[in-house]
């Protein structure tokens, strides 16, 4: 009570000096405050303890008399602060309603006290922290190959997706899909393997390359049977006979 007594002295000096005056025959409260007070819409009061108090029609109900009457307090004081930081804690950071409805139940009425606690709950670094969008990453420059205007499939992806579990007469065997995409255009081309090894791979790659043309450059994750195929098919290019192969291309 001390202390509401001395935040309210320091905030509403005047307002408490127009109540303490014995109370004239006939002058009610409202004009013995100043029109201008921040409070004079709260009907005050001075209670047995000489603290402001929230005046009005309620008097008569049974609830406690703090919540009848809440004690007044100004927008900004350390006490204030104190108050809305202790309720904004006891209902463990649940924003600004609940905050605010923590502060009248325990019978105090804060001068525009939603844009108090506003303003506490919008500083609070458990709430921040709690209720803050995801941070974006910003995107690096897409690469060369993204955005050649070139013919379907001439810079493609690849990889493996499965297994898939399938039926040849009683047997379950592993299949596996083999997908490959256009990098300008996004478009997909769906092969299947029959096992996880290089020779399947390079299958899938034929028959891919049969009905989407050539390709001039094959990204891939580094698996084994990708750098496997990678190897093989350099062999093979320098097994080929150059002169014949030279031959039958300019024929
Ligand atoms: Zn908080």
Not at 87 to 96: A, I, L, V, Y
Not at 145 to 169: M, N
Not at 226 to 250: N, Q, T, W
């Amino acid at each position: 009570m001390m202390i509401m007594r001395l935040v309210q002295e320091e905030a509403f000096s005047e307002e408490i000096e127009a109540l303490s005056k014995p109370v004239d025959s006939g002058v009610k409260t409202k004009s013995r405050i100043k029109r201008m007070s921040s409070i004079i819409r709260l009907d005050p009061f001075l209670d047995k303890n000489n603290v402001l108090r929230v005046g009005g029609r309620i008097g008569k109900t049974e609830m406690e008399d703090d919540l009848k009457h809440p004690i007044i307090l100004p927008r900004k004081s350390h006490v204030t602060e104190l108050l809305i930081s202790h309720s904004h804690d006891k209902t463990h950071h649940q924003g600004r309603n609940m905050t605010t409805n923590e502060i009248r139940r325990s019978g105090f009425w804060i001068i525009s006290c939603s844009s108090a606690v506003y303003s506490f709950v919008s500083n609070c670094v458990t709430c921040r922290k709690r209720r803050s969008e995801p941070q974006v990453q910003k995107m690096s420059e897409l690469p060369f190959d993204r955005l050649q205007p070139e013919p379907p499939f001439t810079y493609s992806g690849v990889d493996f997706f499965g297994p898939f579990i399938v039926k040849e007469g009683r047997k379950e065997m592993k299949r596996w899909g083999v997908i490959f995409t256009c990098m300008a255009s996004r478009a997909v081309h769906l092969e299947t393997a029959n096992s996880l090894d290089t020779s399947s791979f390079i299958n899938a790659l034929r028959r891919f390359m049969s009905v989407r043309g050539t390709v001039r450059q094959l990204r891939s994750d580094r698996e084994q049977k990708f750098i496997g195929a990678k190897r093989e098919l350099r062999e093979a290019v320098e097994e080929m006979d150059d002169d014949h192969l030279k031959h039958y291309l300019s024929d």
